[in-house]
């Protein structure tokens, strides 16, 4: 079956621009992470969507970022005023979320976004 | 707060030998998971195995397997017989039962060589 899909794959951009990167989660899956990966780097959470419920936003760097869910499947992540800091890779990932007792699901991975601001 | 360690920044196998790559971890939890992921040159991140705090054995998935120290709080992979493509970044992850987040190491380069 189809996987996390992001897009674009790729993205150049000025300081200072604004930037829309998007998630297309596993159908099914109810749970959508955003992660960014800077160079030769682990990865760091950013946000978490469940459902319906409000999304966890405590690893948001800035509020020059920002991210929504739409219809509780496709995730759009805004950088506004972007700054050279923010160039890393920006990965997606997407799980089930079980009845809240282990085990845990996997996250599912997309390819992610490679952000360049010059 | 949660935390992952990994403290071997490379390693280098030989071809067919087995490799342990250390992963320590902090939490003030008592129920968790613990998963591994491979992250080759092309960037995907790929889920490898997956190790229940509650869970009385080693998880094991083909070649991998988890060795799990609970009193330690060590999860090490152990991947047997490497093949050249094994080489890629292997990241130790955690999460708790009820957070929202993985929180991952810093990684560990694997090179195999022939």
């Known amino acids: 079956g189809a996987g996390v899909s992001q897009s674009p794959s790729n993205k150049v951009t000025e300081k200072g621009k604004d930037v829309e990167l998007r998630c297309d989660p596993i159908s099914g899956h109810t749970a959508l992470y955003w992660y960014r990966q800077s160079l030769g780097q682990g990865l760091e959470f950013l946000i978490y969507?469940?459902?319906?419920?409000?999304?966890?936003k405590s690893g948001l760097p800035s509020d020059r970022f920002s991210a929504e869910r739409t219809g509780g499947s496709v995730s759009t992540l805004t950088i506004q005023r972007t700054q050279q800091e923010d160039s890393a890779v920006y990965l997606c990932?997407?799980?089930?979320?079980?009845?809240?007792?282990?085990?845990?699901?996997?996250?599912?991975f997309g390819p992610g976004t490679r952000l360049t601001v010059t | 707060a949660q935390k992952i360690t990994q403290t071997q920044p490379g390693m280098f196998v030989q071809e067919k030998e087995a490799v342990t790559l250390d992963c320590t971890y902090d939490?003030?939890?008592?129920?968790?998971?613990l998963f591994w992921y491979k992250q080759p040159s092309s960037g995907e991140m790929i889920f490898l195995i997956y190790?229940?705090?509650?869970?009385?054995q080693n998880a094991t998935e083909g070649r991998y397997s988890l060795n799990f120290q609970k009193a330690r709080k060590s999860a090490n992979l152990v991947i047997s017989a490497s093949q050249l493509g094994d080489s890629a970044m292997y990241f130790c992850a955690m999460k708790e039962e009820y957070g929202n987040k993985l929180v991952f190491g810093a990684g560990t380069i694997l090179r195999v060589k022939s």
């Open positions: 190790q229940g705090s509650y869970d009385e």
């Open positions: 969507f469940q459902g319906n419920s409000a999304p966890d």
């Open positions: 939490t003030s939890d008592q129920s968790y998971g």
């Open positions: 990932a997407s799980s089930l979320v079980g009845q809240g007792r282990l085990p845990l699901y996997e996250q599912y």
